[in-house]
């Protein structure tokens, strides 16, 4: 048998050849959209901490008098003795802003989204996916054990015709979409999801990682405390009786350790100051708008806007161009992304310069990217 070294420098080769490799790179976070990488001052575009809760000071000093008050880590797993109190006011407060019964926070949206899928659904049952879900959702239907079907990106045809074809054979089924698309930008039709979803006697879950306002439609709404509010942790919101048999059911969330008490102080505080500042939530798009108008690029939905250049080398030199320009935009590959499909990929922040919104805008469009 190779020595385990060996066969990882082989797996190693295969993605080098491929440009597939991924390599960790400490990246500082000086204030605001600043970051400081290998001794280099950049603005990022790459962060998805779209409002600025991240560096907030007012959500600084509440992860620290959480942290004075409950101690650094939760110590057990939140059904043992890991539920300190900051969960109750951050759980009310996320179905309040969800408009929904009750809410469950989860170690992160990867944990949420294994967790709530797996416990739901079972053998016997269909799970159908937008074919551009987040990785978290897939591995979820896997787990679960349910038949995973994939329909065409942002496609109620598809999904429909899935369900004609598949529905009567399964027990259960959920259908499973991203509100707002990680790597794509753009949103999930949740409405004619909805009522397909009743139509068919099918649930929908709908992951709102990147949504910065609540999108009405889904059954489950699930979503993460580590972009938008800036801190760390997934949820989902739902009715009484499903959230509380998740408590019991979901393995994510049973045999894991409870959130540190800073990082739920942290979510709390930012929750309340997003649900205080209606306008906030506007003002990621406004920015993205002014990237994709400047650019000549279509009219972004979200703060995320794709600069799709195709196979992965071309990605990671369009990177690299921009960071000598001063600009922290990640190159985006496969498996993250279909293939030939590699691209640039811009978060746009509340806090970002209309300057060097302009400057990196100028360059795209100088170079032609995108088109
Ligand atoms: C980031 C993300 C997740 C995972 O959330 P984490 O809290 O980072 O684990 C789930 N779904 C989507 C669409 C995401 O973008």
């Given at each position: ?25 400490a ?83 990867y ?6 899928i ?177 650019a000549?690029?279509?009219q ?7 600069v ?58 100088r ?5």
């Amino acid at each position: 048998m190779p020595a385990l070294a060996e066969v990882a420098r082989e797996k190693l080769h295969a993605l080098d050849v491929n440009a597939q490799r991924r390599v960790l790179q400490a990246t500082r976070a000086m204030g605001g959209v600043r970051v400081e990488r290998g001794g280099q001052s950049l603005i990022s575009f790459s962060s998805n901490d779209y409002l600025g809760m991240a560096m907030d000071a007012r959500v600084i000093e509440a992860a620290r008098e959480a942290a004075a008050r409950y101690g650094a880590g939760a110590g057990a797993s939140r059904l043992v003795t890991g539920n300190h109190p900051l969960y109750a006011s951050l759980e009310a407060r996320l179905a309040a802003w969800k408009g929904t019964e009750a809410a469950l926070v989860f170690g992160s949206g990867y944990l949420a989204n294994l967790g709530i899928i797996s416990a739901l659904m079972g053998r016997g049952d269909l799970v159908l996916a937008d074919r551009l879900v987040h990785a978290c959702l897939i591995d979820g239907a896997r787990v679960s054990g349910a038949k995973l079907a994939r329909f065409a990106h942002n496609d109620v045809d598809d999904c429909r015709r899935l369900l004609a074809a598949q529905r009567s054979a399964h027990r259960h089924c959920l259908i499973v979409t991203d509100e707002i698309f990680s790597m794509h930008g753009d949103a999930a039709p949740m409405e004619a999801l909805s009522v397909l979803a009743r139509e068919y006697d099918a649930w929908l879950l709908g992951d709102g990682a990147h949504s910065l306002k609540p999108v009405p439609g889904a059954d489950l709404k699930m979503g993460t405390l580590s972009k938008a509010l800036g801190s760390y942790g997934g949820y989902v919101c739902g009715e009484r009786d499903v959230i509380d048999y998740l408590t019991s059911a979901a393995r994510s969330f049973i045999f894991t350790t409870g959130l540190p008490p800073a990082v739920i102080g942290a979510a709390d505080k930012a929750l309340e100051i997003v649900m205080s500042e209606p306008g906030l939530a506007d003002a990621p798009v406004v920015k993205a708008r002014l990237f994709t108008d400047l650019a000549g690029l279509p009219q972004a939905v979200s703060p995320i806007v794709p600069v799709v250049l195709g196979d992965e080398a071309r990605a990671l030199a369009a990177s690299r161009q921009l960071v000598d320009a001063g600009y922290l935009v990640s190159a985006i590959r496969p498996p993250t992304v279909p293939e030939g499909t590699s691209r640039l990929r811009f978060a746009f922040s509340a806090l970002h310069a209309d300057e060097d919104i302009e400057a990196v805008a100028g360059i795209v469009r100088r170079e032609g990217w995108g088109l």
